[in-house]
């Protein structure tokens, strides 16, 4: 266990509509990355947040947005779904923004749009 | 950005043979070379690191190498064992970023047979 939970661990839903998923990072960390694993392009960054700053940025669409709140919790929120947005999602925290420290994963949250 | 790429796509080893899984990447900045373990449905783990200032870090069975001049770093699995059967990635980041991201390769199918 790493110590990051993400919350739900499924999630079934139709195209067109919006979720959110949650992510908790561990205890003393302030950084949370998201993370999208699909079959076709791996394990793609999609954004970092940091003490409630959002501090980098990869290949997130616009569809997608993301927030970290000021008990450091963070939610991932997906709108307009496409069937190419099934995945898996993971959050990753980290104690500090610098990428080159250790990064631990939660679980993960399977979506599937249908 | 950075560029990793891993290979083999897939390798399958006898029980108690070595196993050897090789990266390189394009950014002479990336200075922190971590590997993740995945089983499958499960969160990537963080097995071992290495940062450029070492040239090859070992826990048990496992090891890592890192040739900066030539950009690359592999992962050595030795004395294999089936629970070793999994996913790993490797990945790349740059000290002291403030980009925050992980660049992750496709990842390498290891099976380990009994």
């Known amino acids: 266990d790493s110590g990051v939970t993400q919350t739900p661990k499924h999630l079934i839903t139709a195209t067109g509509q919006r979720v959110t998923l949650r992510c908790s990072p561990r205890s003393g960390d302030l950084s949370v990355y998201w993370y999208q694993q699909s079959l076709d392009q791996g394990l793609q960054f999609l954004i970092q947040?940091?003490?409630?700053?959002?501090?980098a940025k990869g290949n997130i669409l616009e569809r997608f947005s993301a927030q970290q709140f000021p008990d450091l919790h963070s939610e991932l929120n997906l709108s307009s779904l496409e069937l190419g947005d099934s995945a898996l999602y993971f959050c990753?925290?980290?104690?500090?923004?610098?990428?080159?420290?250790?990064?631990?994963f939660g679980p993960g949250t399977r979506l599937t749009v249908t | 950005g950075e560029n990793v790429e891993q290979h083999p796509s897939t390798l399958s080893v006898q029980e108690g043979d070595s196993a050897v899984i090789k990266c390189t990447y394009s950014d002479s900045a990336s200075n922190y070379f971590p590997w993740y373990k995945q089983e499958l449905g499960k969160r990537p783990q963080l097995i071992i690191d290495?940062?450029?200032?070492?040239g090859e870090k070992k826990d048990q069975r496992i090891a890592v190498t890192l040739n900066k001049t030539a950009k690359h770093f592999s992962l050595h699995i030795t004395e294999t064992q089936p629970e070793d059967s999994a996913v790993y990635f490797c990945a790349a980041s740059a000290r002291g970023s403030t980009l925050g991201r992980l660049y992750f390769g496709r990842g390498t199918q290891l099976t380990v047979w009994p």
């Open positions: 290495i940062r450029s200032n070492v």
């Open positions: 947040y940091y003490n409630g700053e959002e501090r």
């Open positions: 990753a925290s980290s104690e500090t923004p610098d990428s080159s420290y250790e990064q631990y």
